[in-house]
Antibody
Framework: EVQLVESGGGLVQPGGSLRLSCAASGFAFSSYEMNWVRQAPGKGLEWISYISSSGSLIYYADSVKGRFAISRDNTKNSLFLDLNSLRAEDTAVYRC??????????????WGQGTLVTVSP | QSVLTQPPSASGTPGQRVIISCSGS????????VNWFQQLPGTAPKLLIH???QRHSGVPDRFSGSRSGTSASLAISGLQSEDEADYYC???????????FGGGTKVTVL
C-alpha cells in the first residue's frame, strides 16, 4: 500500500526539541520530493519545509527557519524533521506530504495522517 | 494570514452548485498550477484537483477546477452531504520558494 506514516510527536516544554519521522512505503521514495506541512488546532494548513529527492535542495518557511531542520534517508525510505527551540505557536499536527509533478506543475498527491506536537510548560 | 485568499465559508442545498474562489499573486498562482485539497473532519487532506483542472484518481467528476491569471476556482456540482468538508487551494511560490495555501473554505450542505 502506498502510504506515509509519521511518528515522534508528543508533549514538549517551550525551548525543547523533538525529532519527527515519516516512513514511506509502497513507492520509490528516493524519486520524490517531500514536504512537511503543519496544522494548528482548528486552523488551516501551513507549509513549513521542502526537500528535493536527493536532499540537496532544501527550503523553509520563515516561521521555522533556523529552528527546524529537514532531512531524509533514502536507504531507509524515511523523512525527518528536527524541531528545536520550540514555542507554543508550534503546537500543531505535523504531516509529511509527497510532491509529484515537476517545474511549474508540482502536485502534492499523498499525505500522511500526521503526528501531534504540543508545546506547553 | 494566508498568502492565498479564500472565502471562509460556502454553502448550498443538495444538488446545487458551489464555487470556491482562490486569489493569489503573480509569483504563485500567476506562475504555477493550482492544487485543491479536501479535508474531512479529523482526517488528513486529500488531493482533489491538480494542474489547475485535473481530477486526481478516484475523484468524482462533480469536482472541477480552473485558473485564470492570478486566481483559481473550485466548483462542486450536484452538491452531496458527503461534500461537507474544508477545502484548500495551494500553489508553489517561485519567489518565496514555498508552497502557499489558502486559509480554507468550509463547505456546508444545508
Amino acid at each position: 500500500e502506498v502510504q506515509l506514516v509519521e511518528s515522534g510527536g508528543g508533549l514538549v516544554q517551550p525551548g525543547g526539541s523533538l525529532r519527527l519521522s515519516c516512513a514511506a512505503s509502497g513507492f520509490a521514495f528516493s524519486s520524490y520530493e517531500m514536504n512537511w506541512v503543519r496544522q494548528a488546532p482548528g486552523k488551516g494548513l501551513e507549509w513549513i519545509s521542502y526537500i528535493s529527492s536527493s536532499g540537496s535542495l532544501i527550503y523553509y518557511a520563515d516561521s521555522v527557519k533556523g529552528r527546524f531542520a529537514i532531512s531524509r534517508d533514502n536507504t531507509k525510505n524515511s523523512l525527518f524533521l528536527d524541531l528545536n527551540s520550540l514555542r507554543a505557536e508550534d503546537t500543531a499536527v505535523y504531516r509529511c506530504a509527497r510532491d509529484s509533478g515537476s517545474g511549474d506543475d508540482p502536485i502534492v498527491d499523498l499525505w500522511g495522517q500526521g503526528t501531534l506536537v504540543t508545546v506547553s510548560p | 494570514q494566508s498568502v492565498l485568499t479564500q472565502p471562509p465559508s460556502a454553502s448550498g442545498t443538495p444538488g446545487q452548485r458551489v464555487i470556491i474562489s482562490c486569489s493569489g499573486s503573480s509569483s504563485d498562482i500567476g506562475s504555477n498550477s493550482v492544487n485543491w485539497f479536501q479535508q474531512l473532519p479529523g482526517t488528513a487532506p486529500k488531493l482533489l484537483i491538480h494542474s489547475d483542472n485535473q481530477r486526481h484518481s478516484g475523484v468524482p467528476d462533480r469536482f472541477s477546477g480552473s485558473r485564470s491569471g492570478t486566481s483559481a476556482s473550485l466548483a462542486i456540482s450536484g452538491l452531496q452531504s458527503e461534500d461537507e468538508a474544508d477545502y484548500y487551494c495551494a500553489a508553489w511560490d517561485g519567489s518565496l520558494h514555498a508552497w502557499v495555501f489558502g486559509g480554507g473554505t468550509k463547505v456546508t450542505v444545508l
